[in-house]
């Protein structure tokens, strides 16, 4: 989504959905937009009548002060993933949530290496949850323990499934 233009996305979701795809189709959004660029992404997405979007995508601000100033230095190309995309994950699954909840899945992805990670944006309005960065350094065991860690967490709470926990925090 770097660089584009309502222009350019309404005619790549105008072909995409002209093929007829009977599978979900899910848009990748970028944390890098305020959210009246994040909002007007999202109106397309709906007017398209697409299932969902993950929140978010790759830290692309090398200057965001979630950015260790030295591990930018030693990457000069490229962007971040993984607990650098965290809070603004967090914050646009929140601002999804309250307007567009009811008309997209959201699949909160960006930083997720705990159940608590996963519960968070479970919280502000996921109902899915993706890992990327967190499976590649923690291994394969990271979803059994996640998947432990949140029913622990949702008993905690004092609620029975997950579904009752989707945008708690929005």
């Known amino acids: 989504m770097a660089g ?4 350019n996305l309404r005619e790549l979701l105008r072909a995409v959905t002209s093929l007829k795809i009977k599978k979900p189709i899910f848009v990748k959004m970028p944390i890098d937009r305020n959210e009246s660029e994040f909002g007007k992404i999202l109106d397309l997405v709906c007017e398209f009548k ?3 979007v993950i929140v978010g995508n790759l830290q692309k ?7 260790d100033p030295a591990e930018v230095a030693r990457f000069p190309v490229g962007n971040f993933s ?7 994950s967090n914050r646009l699954i929140s601002f999804t949530f309250k307007r567009w909840g009811k008309k997209l ?6 930083g997720v290496f705990t159940a608590s990670d996963a519960y968070e944006k479970i919280l502000r309005g996921a109902s899915l949850v993706q890992l990327i960065t967190g499976l590649v350094y923690e291994g394969l065991q990271v979803v059994t323990q996640i998947n432990h860690g949140l029913v622990e967490l949702l008993q905690k709470d004092g609620l029975k499934h997950l ?8």
Request: aromatic share 2%.
């Open 163 to 170: 579904s009752q926990a989707v945008g708690i925090k929005s």
């Open 50 to 52: 697409l299932q969902g």
């Open 105 to 110: 899945v959201i699949i909160g992805c960006g």
């Open 61 to 67: 601000n090398r200057q965001h002060l979630s950015l």
């Open 4 to 7: 584009a233009t309502p222009k």
């Open 82 to 88: 993984g607990r650098p995309t965290f809070d603004d």
